[in-house]
Structures are given as structure tokens and as C-alpha cells.
């Protein structure tokens, strides 16, 4: 078995184990379900059904010329900008939608974490899923003869195309795994972005949130094709710091209050020591009473 049969595969797997991880590692720390998650998933899914053909009819639109196309040396600043755009645009007003009308409850910092998590990690997995088939139908290509599964015609370009994915350094076939690693910390920051719309009731933070995403989206678009993989994947590796400082600079003091107190409460309910508080009525004073022969006869008139 060579190198590349293991990184290749490695890659997929990774890109899949990486998400379900923190999952895991989330739902135990914050004792939350995994609900939230799955409803983080449904968000970046119906996101796509509507960006994915925005994206194809914008194409559409600028090769068949009815919108004008930017000069030659503009072209890839403005894919970048349109791009990156489109992906802050369609997946954080889908994130808006879901705290809005979906899971009004998740206003907690840890809360934002688990559906963060779900909106990149199932991105992260379908990617994975896509990985692992390329592998699969690699691997039946190398030893098979591809003029039975393509025309003449095209020939020539599948055998170059399973070439160049055998002949990679083992290195740049673990960068898929490498981004999502990077990607899964905006996932995260971006939804406690827009979940401070809801807290502190200011829809600037959603604008902000489509502005970093496209930001994002668009430098990665942009130094791909100029720069390459290799510092591609360096300027994502500063987003994530950039990401995780987000994350923790939006927890609220009382965040770790309320969570405290919320496992405190679970504890004592798993323990069975939780009991409710003993109330003892408060009893009013009242006055000494006389109790003499004369005070007893005059209170049989009292009605």
C-alpha cells in the first residue's frame, strides 16, 4: 500500500471525524443535545438550495452577457467579491432565519456554539462523504483500462486527471482536512455574530457577520488564484486565530453564571440530591390577651 492510498483516505475520514468530534466534545461540555446541532445542519443545507442556483444564474448571466463583465485584469477581484458576497449573504441570513423562527431558545453562548457547529460541520462532512468517493472511484480507475469508461475524446483528460491525483505530495492531499480544520472556528464565531442580534437586540451584528464571511470567502477566492494552495491555507490558519479570539471575546460574564448554576442543578438531579427548599410559613405575633372573667363575658358580643 503506498503513501497516498493512506492520505487520501486519511483526508475524507478527517474532514468527517473532525465535526462529529466536536460534537461530542461541545454536548458534554456544555451539556446541551445534540438538537441544536442538527438544526445548525438544516440551516447551512436550505442556505444552499437557494445559493447554489443564485451562484449558477449569475454565471449564466455575465457568460451570456445580459450583465456586463469586468475588465480581464479585474476579473478575479470581482469573482472574489461576488463570491464571497453571495456565501455571507445566503448562509448568514439563513442563520438569522433559524434563531428567528426556528430555535428561538438559543440565545446562550453555548447554545451559538452547537448551532455554529452544525452548520460547519455538516459542510464539513458532506465535503468528507465527496472525498471519499473521489477515493473509491480512484482507486477502481487506476487499474482499470479508462478507454471502457470514457469516448476517445475524452480520454486523454481522464488519464491526465487521475495522474495528477496520484502524483501529489502526501502533504497536499491532507489539505482538505487542513481547511476545514480552519473553516470550523468562523462557523462558530459567525453564528455567536448573528446570535448578538437577538441578545442585544442591534441588527448591525448581521451585517458584520456577512461582511467577515465574505471577507473570508473572498481572500481565500482571491489568493488561490495568485498565491496557491500552501499560503491559501496560511492566511485561513490566521482567520481561525482571528475566529477563536471572536468566540471568546462575545462569552458574557453571566454566560458562565447561568451554565454553572445550570450544571449544578443537573448534578444534584443525576445525584437524586436535589430536593426543594424546606418553606416554613411566617406566623404573625399576636398581642397578650387578657383573659379575665370580665374581657371573656364581652366577647360573646363580638361578631
Do not use: C
Not at 460547519?120 to 477502481?140: K, Q, R, S, Y
Not at 442543578?265 to 372573667?293: M, Q
Amino acid at each position: 500500500m503506498k503513501i497516498l492510498d493512506i492520505t487520501h483516505f486519511l483526508n475524507g475520514l478527517l474532514m468527517i471525524l473532525m465535526p462529529v468530534g466536536l460534537g461530542i466534545f461541545l454536548s458534554r461540555k456544555l451539556r446541551l443535545g445534540w438538537r441544536l446541532f442538527w438544526i445548525g445542519a438544516a440551516t447551512f443545507v436550505l442556505s444552499q438550495v437557494g445559493h447554489i442556483p443564485f451562484n449558477y444564474g449569475l454565471t449564466y448571466l455575465f457568460s451570456a452577457g445580459i450583465l456586463p463583465s469586468p475588465p480581464k485584469a479585474w476579473q478575479l477581484a470581482f469573482n472574489a467579491l461576488v463570491l464571497g458576497l453571495s456565501a455571507g449573504v445566503w448562509e448568514e441570513g439563513a442563520r438569522y432565519a433559524t434563531y428567528r423562527w426556528w430555535a428561538k431558545e438559543a440565545r446562550s453562548w453555548g447554545e451559538g456554539l452547537m448551532l455554529g457547529a452544525g452548520h460547519g460541520g455538516i459542510e464539513a462532512i458532506i465535503l468528507g462523504l465527496l472525498v471519499l468517493l473521489t477515493f473509491i472511484n480512484m482507486v477502481v480507475a487506476q487499474g482499470m483500462d479508462l478507454g471502457n469508461l470514457v469516448s476517445a475524446e475524452q480520454l486523454s483528460a481522464a488519464q491526465a486527471q487521475v495522474q495528477a491525483y496520484w502524483s501529489v505530495p502526501w502533504y497536499a492531499s491532507l489539505l482538505g482536512a487542513l481547511e476545514r480544520a480552519f473553516t470550523l472556528p468562523f462557523h462558530l464565531a459567525a453564528s455567536l455574530l448573528v446570535l448578538q442580534v437577538f441578545v442585544r437586540r442591534q441588527m448591525r451584528w448581521l451585517w458584520l457577520a456577512v461582511g467577515w464571511h465574505a471577507l473570508l470567502d473572498g481572500v481565500a477566492v482571491y489568493a488561490s488564484g495568485i498565491w496557491g494552495a500552501y499560503l491559501v491555507e496560511a492566511l485561513l490558519a490566521g482567520f481561525a486565530l482571528a475566529n477563536l479570539g471572536i468566540i471568546f471575546a462575545l462569552r458574557r460574564p453571566d454566560d458562565d453564571e447561568i451554565e454553572t448554576r445550570l450544571l449544578n442543578v443537573s448534578d444534584e438531579v443525576g445525584s437524586g440530591e436535589f430536593s426543594r427548599p424546606e418553606i416554613t410559613p411566617a406566623i404573625p405575633e399576636l398581642p397578650d390577651v387578657d383573659e379575665s372573667a370580665a374581657n371573656l363575658d364581652d366577647s360573646r358580643y363580638i361578631q
